[in-house]
């Protein structure tokens, strides 16, 4: 257990991560811990059906939950005089979730019509259709997180509480509680989780993730006015010793606002709302893309120009580009810790992905250790520009034969219903319209 | 079942007004070493000119790209090197400017707000203005056009406010307009609403006020304030169909995975009691998991795959509402309305329960709690009620008039905006791809 006493911090923040990774899910039944993880809050032998959302959400409570390669999370929020109550309800949804066969049943339902959503999002197809393409076929991590219409219809009622029994217990778990709190944590999580025993709880293994073979992808989405562009590879984790200098490389090269990608494909062309080079961590291994949607017209000269720019060989990081890049990350840190939120976020990452208490200390460290030529070395050792996977998402009519022509002679096509993920849409669109 | 909110807020703020007319509100919070610049302008898509539409986002894009001492692009990329998160935002009744960073780069900050401010049309350029209509061209695209769905808050708008009224259009504006937007059109604009005493400036963080107070007038004092823009229009619109007795009603169709069905109404502004009122009763009948609608549609008889409803608030005469949901296979988008309307009618009839009239506050404490959590979005927050509403110092005591709602002022709003059948509905059908 680990809390964080952060005056003024009205909401208190509760993480609870569970050391269970989706690759502990039955091949054939994938899916199963996106399932057991949404239903959880549908009712617990004590509240039953809707009486515990109610309760929960009398309190002033937010429930929710995160899934991820690495393992789970149940999150509360809940501001600090209700923290014991609302612990109480947590436990319950944690512990002894009633898993009603018909809210299953609806979790599916819901989560099939999730999958289509996905579909005729642009984004989230090329999202799917590149972790398909970049991670070993044969690994949890080029699937979608939240399962496959195939692997879902596996996902019955009785596979969901298997899945929790087996999944779900004290070992190997951890509770993070952040925020002002009005009574001692500790005392609340003992009084909440105290009791918990789970003796059929198994552990299951952490496996490496590896690479897959290069290729070019175009999915096709007839009409679309744009396109989606993801190009780029496996990468590596944050436990590996380039993690900091690749990180400012990337910066330099796709991060900042005027980085070398947006600097000449937003700023100069106007080809497209913004484009960006980041490397995703997981575990162990991970990816990395420059990504960006750009008008159909431009696209394939977006990607052409996008890729000489990824070329440092000739342009290698330099000096400004790093002190821009370090200044740039030691100074929006201690904002991101300021809030409850963001502090028992950034712990539970640290307990997913197994880097240690000190994480952050260790890290920005070895930022400021950046030096131009490591963090160039680390990004050519990593960023084989012969070997990049692509994956356009857009109008295959009018972008198969240029993509060929401009050298991605293995292009394949593919028809959008053969891909898929991530969260839904919402509903209309009312967030403010803002610049980068 | 306390009636009070549990949390009571002390934030300190303070606010002062250069002579130039710029209000400058400071609060001071030394939890961390870094500090919140925010500058809310009191122009958003409400302030367009007709044929127009999208300027004041497209205008929000040009701020960036340069003034008399800073490169185009540098606004950003300076403060990212002094470790600042910045960006900027426009919406019907205003754009706000931040960034927050290390406290040392205070001054940078407001240095560069201020130059752009003092400065903007020295740098203007025809080719500043063509790169970024193209950007915002993209912009659109990207988070509309190319988006399932994405052309349903442009629809609806059209269904709720006459096309000239100040709401009847979106942020993003059209195509057309944009393309229409000429380099005149920006430094009219720039001259009509960016000046000092149309802004509020507010430094929140590691600052003290006395400090704050005197470098805002460091770097804004010396800019000259300019004439006030004329209002546009504020007269209330009455409810949907008050007037004309028709309801507006429309069907569209595209290649979507599921149809869907959408409510909406005109409501008070913002500033009324009546809109706390009503708020929480939308929040009663579509937000989070035990709303009426996702229980009755989502959860019982499983029509919709989801299913909310929300306020937006807003300044001009009226706020909008909308509701809406998407259909479960098999379900037809008839039946989902009429299950949608039954929950509406049955709201409007007996009200919220008392355990839902809590839950409701309960629920909107926590995310009023939340947004007060960081001194960015409290430094946005204290800008928002400076310009819009009635001052900064409400933040600090929001909770209890929220608390406060009883259950006949949200009967008898209700009654006024909601029970009335004043309502615009649109209809998304699924056209096969």
Not at chain 2, 354 to 377: C, F, T, V
């Amino acid at each position: 257990m680990i809390t964080y006493e952060l005056p003024g911090q009205h909401v208190i923040a509760a993480h609870l991560v569970l050391d269970l990774p989706l690759s502990a899910e039955n091949r054939d039944r994938e899916g199963v811990a996106t399932i057991c993880a949404r239903t959880l809050d549908e009712g617990t032998r004590r509240h039953p059906g809707e009486a515990f959302a109610e309760q929960l959400e009398t309190e002033g409570a937010g429930f929710g939950i995160d899934v991820s390669l690495a393992g789970l999370q149940t999150i509360i929020d809940v501001p600090a005089s209700r923290l014991g109550i609302a612990l109480q309800l947590f436990a319950e949804a944690v512990i002894e979730p009633e898993f009603a066969e018909a809210d299953v049943r609806r979790h599916v339902q819901l989560r099939l019509a999730e999958i289509e959503q996905a579909r005729a999002n642009s984004a989230q197809t090329a999202n799917v259709a590149f972790r398909a393409a970049v991670f070993d076929p044969t690994s949890r991590a080029s699937r979608m997180n939240g399962g496959e219409p195939e692997t879902l219809a596996g996902v019955t009622p009785q596979a969901v509480r298997g899945f929790h029994t087996a999944g779900f217990g004290p070992q190997g778990a951890t509770l993070i509680m952040a925020g002002d709190f009005a009574d001692d944590p500790v005392a609340l999580a003992e009084a909440a989780f105290g009791g918990w025993r789970n003796p059929e709880q198994a552990r299951a293994p952490q496996p490496p993730v590896g690479s897959a073979e290069q290729k070019s992808i175009l999915v096709d989405r007839p009409g679309a006015v744009q396109a989606d562009i993801r190009l780029g590879g496996f990468g590596i984790d944050r436990k590996d010793p380039r993690w900091a200098d690749v990180t400012v490389a990337s910066y330099a090269v796709g991060g900042a606002f005027l980085s070398r990608l947006n600097a000449v494909l937003r700023e100069e062309k106007g080809y497209t709302y913004g484009v960006r080079m980041q490397f995703s961590p997981l575990r162990t291994g991970g990816s990395y893309a420059v990504q960006g949607s750009f008008r159909t017209e431009v696209a394939v000269d977006a990607l052409a120009e996008g890729r000489t720019l990824m070329d440092i060989r000739n342009h290698p990081i330099t000096a400004n580009e790093v002190n821009d890049a370090v200044a740039f990350f030691t100074g929006v840190t201690p904002l991101r810790y300021a809030a409850a939120d963001g502090v028992a976020d950034q712990a539970a990452t640290q307990v997913l992905a197994d880097l240690g208490d000190d994480y952050v200390d260790r890290s920005l460290a070895a930022l400021r250790a950046v030096t131009p030529e490591s963090a160039t070395a680390a990004y050519e050792s990593l960023v084989d520009l012969d070997r990049l996977t692509l994956v356009v998402v857009g109008d295959a009519d009018r972008l198969a034969e240029p993509l060929r022509t401009v050298g991605y002679s293995d292009l394949t096509v593919q028809d959008a219903m053969s891909q898929a993920s991530g969260p839904a849409l919402a509903g209309p669109a009312v967030q403010p319209t803002g610049p980068p | 079942m306390s009636l009070a909110p549990a949390t009571l807020l002390r934030y300190p703020i303070e606010e002062q007004t250069l002579d130039n007319g710029l209000r400058v509100i400071a609060s001071p919070d030394h939890g961390a070493p870094s500090v919140a610049v925010n500058l809310w302008y009191n122009v958003g898509a409400r302030h367009e000119e007709p044929g127009r539409t999208g300027f004041a986002h497209l205008f929000e894009h040009i701020m960036f790209q340069g003034s008399a001492n800073v490169p185009s692009g540098q606004h950003i990329a300076l403060m990212q090197a002094a470790g600042a998160s910045v960006n900027a935002t426009t919406w019907f009744d205003r754009t706000n400017y931040f960034e927050t960073l290390p406290t040392g780069g205070l001054d940078l900050a407001l240095w560069l707000e201020a130059d752009r401010l003092g400065s903007l049309l020295d740098a203007l350029t025809q080719q500043n203005l063509d790169n970024q209509r193209e950007v915002v061209k993209e912009e659109k695209r990207q988070r509309y056009d190319n988006v399932p769905y994405g052309d349903v808050i442009e629809r609806l708008i059209a269904l709720t406010f006459p096309a000239e009224h100040p709401y009847g259009h979106t942020t993003i504006g059209s195509m057309e307009d944009l393309n229409a937007a000429t380099l005149s059109d920006v430094a009219a604009f720039f001259r009509r609403h960016y000046v000092p005493n149309n802004a509020v400036l507010t430094i929140a963080g590691d600052v003290e006020p006395a400090d704050a107070f005197a470098r805002a007038d460091t770097y804004f004092g010396p800019l000259p304030a300019g004439p006030l823009p004329d209002k546009p229009r504020e007269d209330p619109m009455p409810p949907l169909g008050s007037d004309s007795g028709d309801l507006p009603r429309a069907e569209t169709s595209a290649v979507v995975p599921a149809e869907a069905v959408y409510i909406s109404w005109r409501l008070p502004a913002r500033s009324t009691p009546d809109f706390d009122a009503l708020d929480l009763l939308f929040g009663v009948l579509g937000h989070g998991q035990t709303s009426r609608l996702h229980k009755r549609l989502v959860r019982e008889a499983e029509l919709a795959e989801t299913a909310s409803a929300a306020c937006m608030g807003l300044i001009g005469g009226n706020s909008y509402g909308f509701g809406y949901a998407r259909a479960r296979d098999g379900v037809t988008v008839e039946e989902l309305e009429a299950a949608m309307l039954a929950e509406v009618d049955s709201l409007a009839e007996a009200g919220p329960t008392e355990i839902e009239l809590l839950r409701a506050k309960a629920q909107y404490e926590r995310h009023w709690l939340h947004e007060l959590a960081r001194i960015d979005s409290r430094a946005d927050t204290l800008g928002e009620y400076a310009t819009l509403l009635g001052g900064p110092h409400l933040i600090n005591t929001r909770l209890g008039e929220v608390h406060a709602v009883e259950p006949d002022q949200i009967s008898s709003a209700s009654q006024d905006w909601f029970g009335v059948d004043g309502r615009a509905t649109l209809i998304y059908r699924k056209d096969q791809g």
